[in-house]
């Protein structure tokens, strides 16, 4: 039988959290094994090399959470309050309970997630003023947040840009049509419009 879809709010909350992290997770892990070729074995087991890896994953989940809410958004648009005021509020009531369902990385123990909801509150103004964007220009963000953190040296970033940004892209569109079968996006705009009433 296939699984009910879902709307409520802790639903919506852990489908953004789990994407973001195996978005992440997946994106940078599988760029850094094809880009190290044979060295590969021998640099996932380095300490540092491992510690940089952890740190390029968290800050790419924290930016791929804000990207799959845009997405959602973009979506549901339609069945959202038209003001780009309250929907901005209610989002950032959702990316807050999606960074506190998930556990604060070490490197971030002495500052937790607050530069990283700053940073969204920034971006939420441009994306709700204009007609919503495709996924693959939304995603963008990880893509670069995940090149700008991967332990590799700057002319080899460059090159790449691209290629990760593609891959990224091809990876948030499958993801979405995985949000799409867990989640009923126009009941939880239902859900999600009440608690921008409130937020506003």
Known sequence: MPRRRRSDWASAVETIRGGAAFLAQGASYSYLRARTLLAGPKLF?????????????WEGFAV?????????????REHLPQDPVVRAAGLMQLYRDV?????????????GWDDAIAEFEARL????????????????????????????????R???????????????????????????????????SGKMDVAA
């Open 45 to 57: 087991q380095d300490e540092g090399f491992g510690f940089a890896l952890q740190i390029c994953k």
């Open 64 to 76: 791929a959470a804000q990207d799959l809410i845009l997405m959602m958004e973009a979506e549901m």
């Open 99 to 111: 960074l506190a369902a998930e556990e604060v990385p070490d490197h971030r123990k002495d500052r």
């Open 125 to 156: 103004p441009v994306f709700m003023e204009k007609p919503p964007l495709k996924t693959d220009a939304i995603c963008t963000a990880t893509a670069l947040r995940l090149l700008n953190h991967a332990p590799i040296t700057d002319d080899v």
């Open 158 to 192: 460059a090159a790449d840009k691209m290629m990760v940004v593609n891959n990224v892209a091809f990876r948030f569109i499958d993801y979405q049509a995985t949000m799409r079968k867990r989640l009923d996006l126009v009941a939880f705009a239902r859900e999600l």
